[in-house]
């Protein structure tokens, strides 16, 4: 019914804290007077560019959620959109966003920080063995 809101409003409240996050490693590069260039060298993958890995999740399980919503017929282009709302039907479409659309959300977000650990481990990985290149030459 409208489990897709509720990782279309993650998405939303993500997509605003990366560019708060963006903004913010911006301007720490700027007093740091380091290049944007060196610093994937040195810091590995930025947060806000690991943040986008969870926008770009959510949006488009989001976009496909909606879209078979509307396939089904759920959701129709006349207030009040949703037709459990119509139908009088409001907590049932509140219990699924509660049940499916929590957990599709927490899904996905679990899926994005198993990422991220794997990300962090290859990129320390690959510091250390800089380094002892770096330690034998």
């Known amino acids: 019914m409208a489990c897709f809101l509720v ?7 993500t997509t605003i804290v990366t560019a708060v996050v963006k903004h913010k490693e911006k301007k720490h590069l700027k007093e740091a007077h380091i290049e944007t260039k060196d610093i994937s ?12 890995w969870l926008n770009k999740m959510l949006w488009g399980g989001s976009a ?10 759920e959701v129709i282009p006349v207030f009040p959109f949703l037709t459990a709302v119509k ?14 659309g929590v957990t599709m959300a927490v899904l996905v977000t679990a899926a994005w920080a198993g990422m991220v650990v794997v990300s962090s481990v290859i990129e320390k990985r690959q510091a250390q063995n800089e380094d002892t290149k770096e330690v034998k030459a």
């Open 7 to 13: 990782p279309g409003t993650e998405a939303i409240v």
């Open 41 to 52: 060298e040195k810091i590995g993958t930025k947060f806000s560019t690991k943040l986008g």
């Open 64 to 73: 496909l959620l909606a879209f078979e919503h509307v396939w089904h017929g």
């Open 87 to 100: 139908e009088g039907e409001a907590a049932g479409m509140l219990h699924e966003m509660g049940t499916a």
